[in-house]
């Protein structure tokens, strides 16, 4: 392990013990079967391949805005009707604005956290309704 200046000690751990491992592009659940979400991407683009970033965050690498586009319409799809889903981003690199518009769906509300006020929190409600029935036929 490589000393860290950012801790007392010199050193710290990131351990990641998930009960279930899957592409967030492509879930492997059911069309809605959560009434709530969570979506945390990578926000980063510029990291090392062995920085703490890196491995605690993950990095945007290739046609990240297609995944994304893919992650939000995934979360939705996974959404019960009326379900919430909460998305964070931090636009220390790419601009909230930019993200949004990767979904068509529009956000009730959002509050900043953090710092310097980078840090979202988005909440989105699945719309239901005869209109989205019909679109889904």
């Known amino acids: 392990m490589a000393a860290d200046c950012s801790v007392k000690n010199g050193e710290r751990q990131i351990v990641v013990n998930p009960d279930i491992l899957a592409d967030f592009t492509a879930l492997p659940f059911a069309a809605e079967t959560f009434a709530l979400v969570v979506f945390d991407p990578p926000h980063i683009q510029r990291s090392g391949d062995t920085s703490w970033l890196l491995k605690k965050y993950?990095?945007?690498?290739?046609?990240?805005?297609?995944?994304?586009?893919?992650?939000?319409?995934?979360?939705?799809?996974?959404?019960?009707?009326?379900?919430?889903?909460?998305?964070?981003?931090?636009?220390?690199?790419?601009?909230?604005?930019?993200?949004?518009?990767?979904?068509?769906?529009?956000?009730?509300?959002?509050?900043?956290?953090?710092?310097?006020?980078?840090?979202?929190?988005?909440?989105?409600?699945?719309?239901?309704?005869?209109?989205?029935?019909?679109?889904?036929?």
């Open 58 to 137: 993950g990095v945007l690498r290739g046609d990240w805005r297609e995944m994304l586009r893919l992650g939000f319409a995934e979360c939705f799809r996974v959404l019960r009707i009326e379900g919430t889903l909460i998305f964070k981003w931090n636009e220390i690199e790419v601009p909230l604005r930019e993200i949004l518009e990767l979904t068509p769906e529009q956000p009730l509300f959002g509050h900043r956290t953090g710092r310097q006020a980078k840090t979202h929190w988005v909440a989105f409600m699945k719309a239901g309704g005869q209109g989205e029935q019909t679109a889904k036929k």
